[in-house]
Structure formats: C-alpha cells, structure tokens
DNA sequence: CGTGCACGTTGACTTGGATCAAAGGGGCTT
DNA sequence: AAGCCCCTTTGATCCAAGTCAACGTGCACG
C-alpha cells in the first residue's frame, strides 16, 4: 500500500532488447532455438521497461497487451480480495515470464510488482503467437512455460493445503537456493528480496510464525540468517525436513 | 488406495469423436471455431477413451502424448508426496481439460482418476500444436484455456492461504453451482462425486472438518446435505461468507 | 435381500499457528 | 548524524482445525 510514494520520472525506455545478445536466452523464451530463429525473436521483444522497487509491472484488472521476460530485478505477483487480504501467488527473477494470467480475459488477474529496480523484456502476446505459428520451436517452448506454471501452481497447493510451517519453508528456501543456482549464484547464500509478510503470504503463513521458523532453523543450525541476508549450512537438513510431517507417520 | 479392485475389461475404444457434433464445444476446446475448422480438429480428436469409475486416465511420471476433454463424467487430479500425502489440484467436469501439465517435462506430473463412468476425447499433443499453428483462433483459444487454468489455479492458493474453513467449502460448492450451471444443470442442486476426504484435500483440510462445516451450513438453512446430495438454499448466504474472515475485520 | 464395509457424522480433547503486544535493529532521508 | 519508519524478533495467550474415537448409514456385493 505505502509503494505509491515512490515516484519515477522515467521508467518506460525503448531500447532494441536483442535476445541474440542477452545472456539470459538458456533459461528465458528463446531456450532451444537457432541463432537465426533467435533474431526473429529480437524484433518483437519490442522494448524494455525499468521498473524501481515498489513499482507495478501491471495490476489486475488492467487490459492485457504482452507478456514480460524478467531481464533483472525481482518480482512478486499478487491477487487481493476484496476485504484485503493478499496472496502472493510467486517470486520471479531473472530469465522468468510475467503476465501468463492475463491470456485468459485480456486482462491482468494478478498484480506484479518490482521488489528491487528491475527491467523487463515487453514481449506482445499477438505477435509472439504470430512467430509461434512460425517457429514449431518456439510454440513447443512456450507451451512448456505454461505448463510448467501450471505444475508449478501444483507444488505450491501441494504446501499450501499439506505442509506444516517449517517445512513450507524449507521447501521455499530450498526452491529459491536451486533457482539462484540455476543463474549462477551461489546455491546456499542470498538477500532475501521479499519482507517476512510476503514470504508469509505465499506460505500461507502469519509472519511472525515465518519469523520463528528462521530462527529455529538458525537454532537447530541449518542457516544462518541476518535479516534478508540467508546462508543455508545444512541443504541435506533442509530436505529432511521435507515430506516429512511429524507426529505420527 | 483400494481403487485398483475394479477391473475392466475394455477400456480403449477407437470411436470417432467428431467435435462437430458434440454439443460441448461451446465449452471446450472448438469453442469459437468456424464449422470448417472444427472439422479439421475432428481429424485430430482421435479417439475416445471409456473409464471405470477409480481407473486412471494417467499416472505421475507417465510419458506424456495426448490432453484429453472429458467428454463425460467427473474426474480428479492429484498429487503424491512420497510420504503418501495427497493433494487433490482439481476437479474435472464435461468440457475441461486434462493433462496440460504434462507438457512441461512430458511426462505427466500428477494423477488423473475417474470418478465416475466417464469418457474422454484423446487430443495428440504434437498434432493439436500443429492444428494451432495452422488455425489462429484455435491457438489462441488453447491459450486461454492454459492462461485460464494457472488464474484457477492462484484461485486456489489464494483459498488454501487465507481462507477459513468455512470460506474454503462456501467457495467450493458455488464454484461447482457455477460450473454445473454453465452445463445446463440446476444451480442449487447436485450430487457430488467425490468423498469428504477428497474434497477436503482440495481445501486443505481434514474430511471431519469438512463434514463439520456440511452441518454448520445445515444447521444454518444454507444448504440441504445428505450425503453426497446437496441442495442450496441460500446462493447469497454462501457468498456472504466468502471474503469474510469474521472475527475482527 | 441381507450384510459388510467404505463413507459420513459427531463428540471430546489437543495443538500448531494466529493474535496481541512490546521491544529491538537497519537503512533511508533530511 | 540524527531520527524515523518499517521490518523483524520474541513472548504470552487464544482458538480453529486437527486428532482420536465411536457410532450411523446406505450402497454394492454375494
């Protein structure tokens, strides 16, 4: 609620993207294409967008236009209630889409905020379906990153509608140091980008009771946590305490 | 568990499906489709596969080939922590689709089981992909229809976060008195296929507490239950309680 | 056309996480 | 460099839902 004070002169930016040249293309869109299929992709990811924290991506109920790569920077996406309750419905970093909710109704379902300065990659819906009619490559692609959505979704009811506390955050803490990896940095030290409620909302969990759990981790000598600052010591006891639900088995 | 009893003889029959002459594509995959085009999805709907109620269309961890449309019956979604912990994802009715999460990974990520006798129309995956490069509007709706399942899904998280118990049964039986309508079925009237048990694992409860909240809502004139037959009596009573997390707002 | 068994209901009790409250940090801004 | 505000931690208490237990009930099967 309080983002709205952050006021940025300029955040819409038309810089040529060029996925031919962005280092991110293994784990984004253009994963299994050929160079020169690549440079069809270059022009219509149109734009890009810089966002500063705090800042909307889009926000529910907006008409929807495009979808959006996250070329740096991090994200959550949101749903709200009419009585205000949130739910935060992911976490989106580097090479990850936005805007996959917004198909449905030509409109935004979801909000998407930036949680530190970031930049997108303004991919228009109509034109990447008019390449994916193209390029077999590039639908199968894409039809992969819904699907992935959806069985990522999976998980999260999976935790949502089983897990106890701890092991809700394991599972994320784990979840976040194998997606770091998957970019390059190091599987078990990070900033946190999201508040304890935020994590909370997606944990279905109060944040005092996220608060507890890292220090209980950090008790029982499985991170060291600092703040947002996180060290995981013990990835093997993370995973135990996994699939694990306690009292009698 | 104890589903495997039921043996069946037949359950793979090559009937041509002819979407043009179904009279669910105004729920289904045709929808929007010119007559032409609908024709040329009936090359692809291959052949219709009939369950026994508790047979599996398929298996986590199956190679992934074909969705399927539920040309008739009721199905579940779900899946199995190694622990045995089940999370039902979904309910399936006539027209919706099944097996989008396979596409991911292909190989299929969760449990599909009939609930009931029903049938499915077989759709190859790669001979649709091709059909929607080919057909616009076809692409596009398959789209919607993934785009449409991940909203359902974060409808999902966003019950199984924030929701009381009673919020989460209220959501669920309007959703069912909003699909049955949308099949020509009466809005205040049904019989639900699937066990307490089964619906409380989709609501991230226990099958007591379900139960639990069928008699509140009883007791409080909102429904009729008696057993899997359920009436509602007051459609705004329901929704009165959804988006009203009582105690202190 | 019983009768067995899976499914459903209800009650008594327990508990994990929510709620309420209060007291530290940390990093912006001015 | 001071101060403020947001974020985080921790403690005490409460309550919604889980657990355990026992009893109905109705359908499917022989």
Request: glycine share 8%; hydrophobic share 35%; aromatic share 6%.
């Amino acid at each position: 609620m309080p983002n709205r004070k952050i006021a940025t002169p300029i955040t819409l930016v038309d810089v040529k993207s060029a996925c031919s040249n962005c280092n991110l293309h293994e784990l984004c869109l253009p994963l299994g294409l050929s160079q020169a299929e690549i440079e069809k992709l270059d022009e219509l990811v149109s734009s890009r967008r810089r966002l500063r924290r705090g800042e909307h991506l889009y926000r529910a109920g907006e008409a929807f236009g495009a979808i959006y790569a996250v070329r740096s920077g991090f994200f959550k996406t949101d749903v709200l209630l009419e009585d205000g309750r949130e739910q935060v419905t992911g976490f989106q970093m580097t090479g990850e889409l936005l805007g996959l909710d917004g198909i449905s109704t030509e409109h935004h379902s979801c909000n998407a905020v930036a949680l530190e300065d970031s930049e997108v990659c303004t991919i228009p819906f109509l034109h990447l379906e008019g390449l994916s009619r193209e390029i077999q490559t590039l639908q199968h692609h894409f039809h992969k990153v819904m699907s992935r959505e959806i069985v990522r979704d999976h998980g999260v009811m999976m935790l949502l509608g089983t897990m106890r506390a701890e092991e809700r955050l394991a599972t994320f803490l784990l979840n976040l140091s194998q997606r770091f990896t998957a970019r390059g940095y190091s599987p078990d030290e990070f900033y946190l980008r999201m508040t304890r409620e935020e994590i909370g909302s997606y944990l279905g969990l109060k944040l005092e009771t996220v608060s507890r759990a890292f220090s209980r981790f950090q008790e029982e000598g499985l991170i060291a946590v600092q703040q947002k600052h996180v060290r995981i010591l013990s990835i093997t006891g993370l995973k135990r305490l996994m699939n694990h639900q306690q009292g009698r088995g």
